[in-house]
């Protein structure tokens, strides 16, 4: 069971956009729309931001935005503000022998 | 509003077993449609999904990690457990228990808990 792949580092400025890619196969990430999003700042617990690719829980500015092409799940944080600075951790459903993956996680610096 | 907290022993020896427990707060887990998870994140890595259980019992486990895990139930104290078996430094990480929706999203998680193996 190996993690999904993401970019270890992301960044920019202050109202701008950024993405993330989250790399799977075709037994996760491809196979399922169960891909979720984390955000994690220092020391603290993991937050959920997406979930089934591109759903929203209640409260999450909808600044966040997910998507999925092939493999590859992607975040996108638009109008980037300072208190998006952090982790993001994305994970995807993997089937019925190894169930869950998590990606490699990602910071994000706000410039 | 569910809110779930970790406990147990912040320091394990090498060798020895792993016990935390999860107690589940503002919902019952008998209520059913969730999994209740753990999940862990190595120090400056990434996070590592263990295993859940639902609250009939019914468990499911990480590969790489079945052969020394165990997660069980105790729906009368409205908390899950988990136990890992001999322990090494590679086990040292934070742990989190978490809940999961059946489509594998974990929403809300608890604060997480370190445990250190050393002697």
């Known amino acids: 069971q190996s993690a999904l792949t993401q970019p270890p580092s992301a960044s920019g400025s202050p109202g701008q956009s950024v993405t993330i890619s989250c790399t799977g196969t075709?037994?996760?990430?491809?196979?399922?729309?169960?891909v979720s999003w984390y955000q994690q700042h220092p020391g603290k617990a993991p937050k959920l931001m997406i979930y089934?690719?591109?759903k929203r829980p209640s409260g999450v500015p909808d600044r966040f935005s997910g998507s999925k092409s092939g493999n590859t799940a992607s975040l996108t944080v638009s109008g980037l503000r300072a208190e998006d600075e952090a982790d993001y951790f994305c994970?995807?459903?993997?089937?019925?022998?190894?169930?869950?993956?998590f990606g490699t996680g990602t910071k994000v610096t706000v410039l | 509003q569910v809110q779930l907290q970790e406990s147990g022993p912040g320091l394990v020896k090498p060798s020895q077993t792993l016990s935390l427990t999860c107690t589940v707060s503002?919902?019952?887990?008998?209520?059913?449609?969730?999994?209740w998870s753990w999940i862990r994140q190595l120090p400056g890595k990434g996070l590592e999904w263990i295993g859940y259980?639902?609250?009939?019992?019914?468990?499911y486990y990480n590969p790489s990690l079945k052969s020394r895990v165990t997660i069980s139930v105790d729906t009368s104290k409205n908390q899950f457990s988990l136990k890992v078996t001999s322990v090494t430094a590679a086990d040292t990480a934070v742990y989190y228990c978490?809940?999961?929706?059946?489509?594998?999203?974990?929403?809300?998680w608890g604060q997480g808990t370190l445990v250190t193996v050393s002697s």
């Open positions: 978490a809940r999961a929706s059946s489509s594998s999203c974990f929403d809300p």
């Open positions: 503002g919902g019952s887990i008998s209520s059913g449609g969730y999994f």
């Open positions: 259980i639902y609250y009939s019992g019914i468990s």
């Open positions: 075709s037994s996760d990430v491809g196979g399922y729309n169960y």
């Open positions: 089934d690719v591109s």
């Open positions: 994970s995807s459903y993997a089937g019925s022998n190894n169930f869950d993956v």
